[in-house]
C-alpha cells in the first residue's frame, strides 16, 4: 500500500521541477495550501445538500409546480406479469414484431394487448412533469445561486483581471476561505448528483451521466490537490455562468409557457457560445497553455490538465453544433415563435403531432448540456 501510495503521489507528476510535498507542507503561519484531505469535506456536505434538495422540492418547488397547475398525477402502473416482466428487464423494453407475435401466443393475449403491456411499463419508469420541474427548479436555484457567488468572489480576486495571476508564485498560492468554499461547494454538488441517481428514477442516461459527474468529480478534485484551483475557478465560472439559464428553459417548458421558453432558450444558446467558444479558448486555454508555459514551464501534471481542458472544448465545439444545427431545424420548420392562440401557453398538440416550441427538439440534449 505504501508503494502504491508513494507511485500514485510522485512528486515528479504532480508538481513543477525542484518543488516537492515537504516544501507545501509547513507554510507559514496563517497560510494553508491546498491539501488532498480537504477534499474530504465534500463528502459529508454532499450529503447536506441532497438533504436540502430533498427539503426544497418538497416544501417550495412542489407547491411552486402546483400553482402552475403541474400535478403530480398518477401513472397508470403495467399489471403485474412475471413473463412480461423478465422480457422487459432482461432482453428488450420494445420488443419488434416477433418478440410481439412470440408473446401474444405464450400469454394467450392479443398482440395489442401486449404492446399496451410494454407502453404502460416504460411510461411507469419515466418521471413525470412534476418531478422533472422539481427537479429543475432545484438545479436553477443551485446553479443561479453558485454562479453569482463564484462571479462576485472573482470580481475580487486579481486572477479574474489579469489571468497571469494565476501562475505568479505557483505553486505557492494561498488557498483563502473564499476560493475553499467556492471549490468544496462545487464539489459537493456534484457528488450529491451522484447519490441521487442511486434515489431517483432510472433513467436511460442513468450511466452517461454517473461518468460525467465522475468525471467532474476528477477534475474539480484534481486541479485542486495540485494547486490549479485559481484558473480552475475561472473554468467553473464560465461553466456555470449559461447553466441556469438552460434549467430556467425547461422549468418555462415544463409550465407550457412556450414563448418564454423559447426566449429563454435563445438567450441560453448565445451565452453557451459566447462562453464555450470565446471566453474559455481565449481566457482560459490561452492561460492554461502558453501563461503557464512561459510563467512556471511544463511538468507532466501540467500536460494532463490541458488535455483534459481541450477535450473539454471538443465537447463544447460538440454540442454548440448540435444547439446550432437543430435550432435551425426548429426555425426552418416555423417551431420558434409559432403563434398559440394564447399569448404565453403553448396550445396542445393534436393527436400524432409534435408538441410546439424548440426545447422539444432538443431533449436528447438537455441533460448533457447542462452540466
Known sequence: MAALSAWFW????????????????????????????????????????????????????APCARSLLIHPGVRRRAQPNVVLEKVFTSITKNPDFRHLGGLSKQLDWEVRQVQRWFRHRRNQDKPSTHTKFCESMWRFTFYLCIFTYGFQFLWQSPWMWDTKHCW???????????????????????????????????RKDF???????????????????????RVGSLVLCV???????????????????????????????????????????????????????????????WWLFNLLLLVLQVLHIYWSYLIARIAMKAMSRG???????????CP????????????????????????
Open 10 to 61: 510522485n512528486e515528479r507528476f504532480w508538481l513543477p521541477h525542484n518543488v516537492t510535498w515537504a516544501d507545501l507542507a509547513d507554510p507559514a503561519p496563517g497560510v494553508e495550501y491546498p491539501k488532498a484531505g480537504h477534499l474530504f469535506t465534500a463528502l459529508p456536505l454532499a450529503l447536506v445538500i441532497f438533504t436540502v434538495r430533498m427539503l426544497f422540492e418538497r416544501f417550495i418547488a
Open 239 to 301: 461553466h456555470d455562468s449559461s447553466d441556469f439559464l438552460l434549467e430556467a428553459a425547461k422549468l418555462a417548458n415544463y409550465a407550457k409557457y412556450q414563448h418564454l421558453c423559447d426566449s429563454l432558450f435563445i438567450v441560453f444558446g448565445v451565452a453557451f457560445f459566447i462562453t464555450r467558444l470565446v471566453i474559455f479558448p481565449i481566457w482560459v486555454l490561452n492561460s492554461t497553455m502558453f501563461e503557464s508555459w512561459a510563467i512556471v514551464g511544463p511538468f507532466p501534471s
Open 348 to 371: 396542445t398538440p393534436p393527436p400524432g403531432g409534435k408538441p410546439c416550441g424548440i426545447i422539444q427538439f432538443l431533449k436528447p440534449f438537455l441533460n448533457d448540456l447542462a452540466c
Open 168 to 202: 505568479y508564485g505557483y505553486p505557492y498560492q494561498v488557498m483563502t476561505p473564499g476560493l475553499y468554499h467556492y471549490y468544496v461547494m462545487e464539489l459537493a454538488f456534484y457528488w450529491s448528483l451522484m447519490f441521487s441517481q442511486f434515489t431517483d428514477i432510472q
Open 207 to 229: 450511466l452517461i451521466m454517473f461518468i460525467h459527474h465522475l468525471a467532474t468529480v476528477g477534475l474539480i478534485s484534481f486541479s485542486y490537490v495540485n494547486n490549479m484551483a
Open 335 to 345: 417551431k420558434v415563435g409559432q403563434a398559440s392562440p394564447s399569448p404565453s401557453h
